[in-house]
């Protein structure tokens, strides 16, 4: 055998003691199969999904926890996931199972009522990878498997009851900028995600995989190619370019076989640098999943200068409006408004945007087709230096609004008051290199009125039928946590840098429970149940965009600011003594 | 848009190796195999993983691209105009922004680009202000360099803070002082950012060792 040769044997014999790929026979003793049916109508006790159910409400039926015994709510167990950075995925459970994921691409499951780790699942990443993002939002679900869609951008099938590693594909190429944080959606055994890479100039792209061979399907690209639909909103190549990244999971309408996900910003940041409509970015699409084919779309606003993502979907809800029941799209953008959209057959209808926390760039909104028109003082351009309100990390950033069916209520974990400064300057495109278009030495937050705000954080509360803000809860500093309602008429929301994981009366927003955590909670709570006990579990893990927003807040020397959250994921959950 | 209908992406690109870890008791693996697959796929997807991850690192020994800086390596500029153009004593002045270099094997002409790990940063300062460590490391004339990839997440360092003369990561707001061996001065980054030291030839800069310490994300 020649020298070459052995040396490629020795590598892969030691590779292949080094990188065991069968599992420990610690694991999952019984597992309940997720099926479709289960997907379309979860236990109550179960939380199967990102937002648990496909309408994207992110509440719990539960309600043995419930206004009354919620001060009596104190931990059960926790676990250190010794990992640093934003554990922003939600705790999902199935029956007893509960599956987490943290930053750098582990997944572990463990016993919900014990908190007995059972497996973990380690990716190795490459030495090279850059983490814009070092974060993970969870798993999708589907029979006996898990899917992990991770920052070195591949989709990985997971044995749900071993953590084993069933198969790996490679998405796109993390060297040219694309990444994956998003916990995938899963419909009748097709894993669907999308890409990050927004700030890195990729063109978005949303994919479907086989469940069980991890054979692409479909990929649909969020920036049209010319001559394709929507193509004319582009000038010259700024399309290839053009961001219009999907790094939050979709939601689902199963009656209409209709899967709505949100679309990123435009890349480079100032709108000048690609010039028109810019669709589909800033956009909610409805897609086909069976095809990937994009049905309708409506968009929120046009030609993007401000880096507002708006890629948390719109939750799907009826709401009344002038005397009869709307099938409603609902979205609390990112850009401020408050959405109120129609899905009909036919396509997605402007129903009525409204500023749900200060914004000065919208001078109108068209009343029938819903587009607004700008402020053009407050538009970021190239070689301009602008200020505008709310901040490029909006008035609520991917985090989830939760709709209560019980209150009819919206909450919304909402920053007002903080704006932010943005000099837009020009640069050409490396691929897989950062590419903001902006200068980075003057990108700042500021405050409203160059004042120390009342507030900046606020947890509200909109009653979506009346269309009105009904109360709200407000914090000093910034709120950056998803929420979840109850039927325990109770809505629970991390989100601040003193660490405090809080339970409010949905009714009313009077704080009824808050409890220290180890860390920021920048991540959303779940409610499960487990032998008749009901729990309220969260990930506490500091880092990323909170992270960020804290950093500039501390500069800007604004009182009351915390400037040191500790870092360091732990999972925490809570029963009633 | 485009691209609809069933199409297979794999692209030749192998797994990079996983770990399924035992959370208790012995690490001996488990005799089961999968439902969806059987034990010849399992080790042959298990021999491609680890050729796949122990491919790197004798790639790395083999391609000089790839190679981390070696002594008497000249710099380029990494972006800009006169990318890929040797670096000289007079394109940088002293207090100019920072640039994104990368090292060049001067008798090859080979530009180590083949790892981003090996971009640096290089700046020229008055030396007035470097403390002795920073000083052995520089050359007379002012330039210092290094690593441009954060400590934190690997992110490329390209702020630059003229009025402190600090670098500044844009991801997540780490701050390194080149004049003090690239300490951290503000944000999440554990360490400083590995130091290339460099001497002079003809007043350019020139690799002297390699880097101080490695280079990557976390503890060194």
């Known amino acids: 055998m020649k020298e070459g040769h052995t040396r490629w044997l020795w590598l892969a014999l030691s590779g292949l003691l080094l990188a065991p790929t069968a599992a420990s026979a610690q694991g999952v003793k019984s597992y309940a199969p997720v099926t479709q049916e289960r997907l379309n109508n979860p236990e109550p006790g ?14 719990s039926p539960l309600d043995k926890i419930n206004t009354t015994n919620v001060k009596n709510l104190v931990p059960v167990w926790t676990f250190s996931t010794g990992v640093n950075e934003g554990h922003q995925a939600p705790p999902m459970v199935n029956n007893g199972v509960m599956f987490i994921t943290t930053p750098q691409a582990q997944v572990l499951a463990l016993d919900a009522k014990t908190g007995d780790l059972l497996w973990r699942y380690k990716r190795q990443l490459p030495e090279d990878l850059f983490q814009l993002h070092p974060t993970n939002r969870g798993v999708g679900m589907w029979q006996d498997m898990l899917f992990l869609a991770t920052v070195d951008d591949f989709l990985v099938a997971l044995d749900a009851k071993t953590g084993k590693e069933l198969w790996a594909k490679p998405v796109g190429d993390y060297k040219k900028g694309h990444y994956l944080t998003l916990a995938p959606q899963v419909i009748n055994g097709k894993i669907i995600i999308g890409t990050s890479g927004g700030e890195l100039g990729v063109r978005g792209y949303i994919a479907a995989y086989d469940a069980k061979t991890g054979n692409q399907l479909w990929r649909t690209y969020t920036i049209p190619a010319p001559g394709e639909p929507g193509s004319e909103t582009w ?8 961001g219009g990244s999907a790094w939050m999971t979709g939601n689902y309408d199963p009656a209409t076989n209709t899967a709505y996900w949100g679309i990123g910003n435009a890349a480079p940041w100032p709108g000048d640098a690609h010039p028109g409509d810019n669709l ?23 030609n993007d200068s401000w880096d507002w993502d708006e890629v948390d979907p719109p939750i799907l809800m009826d709401v009344q409006r002038g ?7 609902v979205h609390p953008g990112r850009n401020g408004y408050l959405w109120t959209l129609e899905r009909t057959p036919e396509g997605i209808g402007f129903v009525s945007g409204i500023p749900y926390v200060h914004q000065d760039v919208f001078t109108s909104v068209d009343a029938k087709t819903g587009r607004p028109t700008y402020n053009d ?7 301009k230096d602008v200020t505008f309100c709310p901040s490029l990390w909006g008035g609520k950033d991917w985090l ?10 919206l909450y919304i974990p909402a920053n007002d008051n903080i704006c932010g400064r943005l000099v837009g300057e020009k640069k050409p495109h490396v691929e897989g290199q950062l590419w903001l278009g902006a200068e980075l030495e003057k990108l700042d937050l500021s405050m409203r009125d160059k004042k120390v705000p009342e507030y900046m954080g606020e947890l509200q509360a909109w009653d979506m039928n009346a269309h009105k803000k009904v109360w709200s809860y407000k914090f000093p500093t910034q709120l950056f946590a998803s929420a979840m309602a109850t039927a325990g008429d109770l809505v629970f929301v991390g989100g601040t840098s003193d660490r405090y994981f809080r339970a409010f009366s949905a009714q009313t927003g009077e704080l009824l429970w808050q409890h220290r955590t180890n860390s920021g909670i920048s991540g959303g709570p779940t409610a499960f149940e487990v032998d008749g006990v009901q729990y309220i579990a969260v990930q506490s893990g500091w880092g990323v965009d909170a992270q960020r927003i804290q950093d500039s807040l501390t500069k800007l020397g604004i009182p009351g600011v915390n400037p040191d959250v500790p870092q360091g994921g732990v999972v925490w959950v809570f029963a009633v003594k | 848009m485009g691209e609809n209908g069933p199409k297979a992406v794999d692209g030749g690109k192998g797994s990079m190796s996983a770990c399924s870890c035992v959370a208790r008791g012995s690490a001996t693996p488990d005799d089961g195999v999968p439902q969806s697959t059987d034990r010849r796929t ?3 997807g ?34 800009g105009d006169k990318a890929r153009s040797v670096i000289g004593d007079a394109d940088l002045p002293v207090g100019s922004p920072p640039v994104l270099a990368w090292p060049m094997d001067p008798q090859t002409k080979t530009i180590r680009d083949g790892s981003r790990l090996n971009q640096v940063l290089l700046v020229r300062l008055d030396t007035a202000g470097f403390d002795e460590t920073t000083r052995e490391r520089a050359t007379e004339g002012g330039f210092v360099a290094y690593s441009a990839s954060c400590t934190h997440a690997l992110c490329p360092v390209s702020g630059w803070k003229a009025d402190k003369r600090i670098f500044h990561c844009p991801c997540h707001n780490s701050e390194f002082d080149p004049s003090h061996g690239a300490k951290v001065v503000f944000g999440p980054a554990p360490r400083p950012l590995p130091a290339l030291p460099l001497k002079a030839v003809d007043g350019a800069p020139v690799v002297a060792k390699g880097f101080t310490t490695k280079v990557g994300a976390g503890a060194a």
Do not use: C
């Open chain 1, 400 to 409: 989830s609004a939760s709709y209560s069916p019980k209150t009819k209520m």
């Open chain 1, 46 to 59: 179960n939380w199967l999904q990102y937002r648990r159910t496909y309408d994207g409400m992110n509440y």
């Open chain 1, 323 to 329: 005397g009869r029941t709307i099938k409603a799209l």
């Open chain 1, 377 to 383: 003082k407050t538009v970021p351009k190239v070689g």
């Open chain 2, 46 to 79: 298990a021999l491609a993983s680890s050729v796949a991850l122990a491919l790197p690192a004798s790639a790395v020994a083999a391609d000089p691209k790839m190679a981390r800086p070696q002594e008497g390596d000249v710099f380029v500029f990494a972006t």
């Open chain 1, 280 to 302: 589909y970015t800033t956009s909610v699409v409805a897609i086909d999943p069976d095809s990937g084919k994009i049905k309708h779309h409506h968009q929120y606003h046009h």
């Open chain 2, 42 to 44: 399992v080790l042959a």
């Open chain 1, 235 to 242: 000038k010259g190549d700024d399309w290839k370019t053009g």
